[in-house]
């Protein structure tokens, strides 16, 4: 995220945007630089999903245990029973929704929440009209919405540092946030997030791990300077090295030409 930070103020000098638009690209660079780890069960998963779920396993608790009592009510024999079986059920789905299978499901949900937000801007009470959906959502400048929630739906179900850490997904997120830029209008959108994004990869690339950029080809990408939570000083030396780089950046010592920025705006 440090990275995503760095990048997202990097973007926002060459955009040349003002202050608050400039706060705005730091902070979708930052999530942006998140994004990719969608795929393990890290800290970004449960932040986005720790509380929905303790929250759903609060509320079917309590629905079970009040089902289950309310099954001494006599009824009908049928009855008591029926309702004794579905308390135990709501009290099921406490137990299920625990392990990181529940977290990557919920994840998906957001995703799938994001794109129906995406269908009701753009179709309102209209989105009831399926016959109407596919060709006006494909049409409409809120496409990038569902692009957005689909990313987020599939990327928790890939194995650890796959097609989430890929030239694909890179394209796959620029995608979005081009859209956007244009939806918005708001200038260094598709910068800010594929430079957050690439931020994370070619963090990861510094790791004795590497990434296959081009997945699920077998070829390796790696300057293997890092063990992963085992060498925080070569960390904090990568993060310092490229704070300096984007202060240098910010103050014009580096001269990037205007025909490489413009390839990016």
Same mark, same amino acid.
């Given at each position: 995220?440090?990275?995503?930070?760095?990048?997202?103020?990097?973007?926002?000098?060459?955009?040349?945007?003002?202050?608050?638009?400039?706060?705005?690209?730091?902070?979708?660079?930052?999530?942006?630089?998140?994004?990719?780890?969608?795929?393990?069960?890290?800290?970004?998963?449960?932040?986005?999903?720790?509380?929905?779920?303790?929250?759903?396993?609060?509320?079917s608790g309590y629905t079970g245990v009040a089902l289950i009592l309310l099954s001494?009510?006599?009824?009908?024999?049928?009855?008591?029973?029926?309702?004794?079986?579905?308390?135990? $059920?709501?009290?099921? #789905?406490?137990? +299920?929704?625990?392990?990181?299978? /529940? %977290? =990557?499901? !919920?994840?998906?949900?957001?995703?799938?929440?994001?794109?129906?937000?995406?269908?009701?801007?753009?179709?309102?009470?209209?989105?009831?009209?399926?016959?109407?959906?596919?060709?006006?959502?494909?049409?409409?400048?809120?496409?990038?919405?569902?692009?957005?929630?689909?990313?987020?739906?599939?990327?928790?179900?890939?194995?650890?540092?796959?097609?989430?850490?890929?030239?694909?997904?890179?394209?796959?997120?620029?995608?979005?946030?081009?859209?956007?830029?244009?939806?918005?209008?708001?200038?260094?959108?598709?910068?800010?997030?594929?430079?957050?994004?690439?931020?994370?990869?070619?963090?990861?690339?510094?790791?004795?791990?590497?990434?296959?950029?081009?997945?699920?080809?077998? $070829?390796?990408?790696? #300057?293997?300077? +890092?063990?992963?939570?085992?060498? /925080? %000083? =070569?960390? !904090?030396?990568?993060?310092?090295?490229?704070?300096?780089?984007?202060?240098?950046?910010?103050?014009?010592?580096?001269?990037?030409?205007?025909?490489?920025?413009?390839?990016?705006?």
């Open positions: 995220m440090a990275l995503g930070i760095m990048s997202g103020v990097a973007a926002a000098k060459l955009a040349g945007v003002d202050m608050f638009t400039g706060l705005e690209l730091t902070a979708l660079a930052a999530v942006s630089a998140v994004i990719p780890d969608l795929d393990s069960d890290g800290i970004l998963t449960r932040k986005l999903t720790d509380r929905p779920l303790r929250l759903i396993r609060l509320v001494y009510f006599r009824h009908s024999h049928n009855m008591q029973f029926l309702t004794a079986f579905i308390g135990l $059920l709501f009290l099921g #789905v406490g137990f +299920i929704l625990q392990d990181n299978a /529940s %977290r =990557k499901w !919920m994840v998906t949900l957001i995703g799938v929440l994001i794109m129906g937000a995406g269908v009701f801007q753009q179709l309102g009470e209209g989105v009831f009209a399926l016959r109407h959906i596919p060709y006006e959502v494909l049409h409409s400048t809120s496409t990038w919405i569902l692009v957005l929630g689909a990313f987020i739906s599939i990327v928790p179900h890939f194995a650890h540092r796959t097609y989430s850490h890929t030239i694909w997904a890179v394209a796959a997120w620029g995608f979005v946030w081009y859209g956007a830029e244009k939806a918005l209008h708001v200038h260094g959108l598709f910068l800010a997030g594929v430079a957050g994004y690439l931020s994370h990869l070619l963090a990861d690339t510094l790791t004795v791990s590497g990434v296959r950029y081009l997945y699920p080809f077998p $070829l390796h990408f790696k #300057v293997p300077l +890092i063990r992963t939570k085992k060498d /925080s %000083r =070569k960390e !904090m030396a990568v993060v310092t090295l490229s704070g300096v780089f984007v202060f240098l950046l910010c103050l014009d010592i580096f001269h990037i030409p205007q025909s490489v920025i413009k390839l990016f705006l």
